[in-house]
Each structure stands twice: as structure tokens, then as C-alpha cells.
């Protein structure tokens, strides 16, 4: 599917990156072939959930703050969040979510 020139050009780049970095890079290149783009505007784009619930597990606060920073992240995109410790979530209303991470 692609060009000898192009396949060189992607095993010459990616023959200098980490484990961590390919696995990020094969994230961005799934994001695109999926047609996901970022939208600089404040309205959730067709096709993108309208409501999703975050849960997070923590010992060091290090997930809630990530969990937090995504929910503002989405809020801003016009989702709707409902933020939650996994301590306190009852998991007999995880039938009921549309949208759990």
C-alpha cells in the first residue's frame, strides 16, 4: 500500500523511538486512520458521546488530578462528566452507564 520511499521513511523514523513511543505513535496513527481530530470549538462534535463517567483509583492523588484535568478537558467540548472514586462508585450502576472510563 505504500511507496518503497515511504515505508523506508517510517522504519528509518521509527528505528529511533522507545517502546513508550511507538505505542503512543500507534495510538496517533489509529486517532487518524479513525478520522478523530481535535476541534478547537466548545460543542462535543457529531458523533461523540454526550455524557461519560470517569471513575479513578488513586493511593498518591496522581489519577484523581488526571481524572479532574480530563473531565475539565471534556466539559470544554460540551460533554458531560461525572467524576468518581472507584471506592465510592457502585459497580451495580455500571449496567447503566453509556460511556465508563
Do not use: C
Not at 466539559?75 to 472507584?86: M, N, P, T
Amino acid at each position: 500500500m505504500l511507496s518503497e520511499d515511504k515505508l523506508q521513511k517510517i522504519k528509518d523514523f521509527t528505528s529511533t523511538l522507545s517502546r513508550e513511543e511507538l505505542i503512543w505513535l500507534n495510538g496517533y496513527i489509529a486517532g487518524k486512520a479513525g478520522g478523530l481530530q481535535t476541534t478547537s470549538g466548545s460543542a462535543a462534535p457529531a458523533g461523540i458521546a454526550k455524557k461519560i463517567t470517569l471513575a479513578y483509583g488513586t493511593e498518591t492523588g496522581n489519577s484523581k488530578k488526571l481524572a479532574t484535568q480530563l473531565a475539565g478537558i471534556a466539559k470544554k467540548k460540551g460533554i458531560g462528566v461525572k467524576l468518581a472514586g472507584l471506592d465510592q462508585y457502585r459497580f451495580t450502576d455500571l449496567t447503566k452507564e453509556e460511556y465508563f472510563l
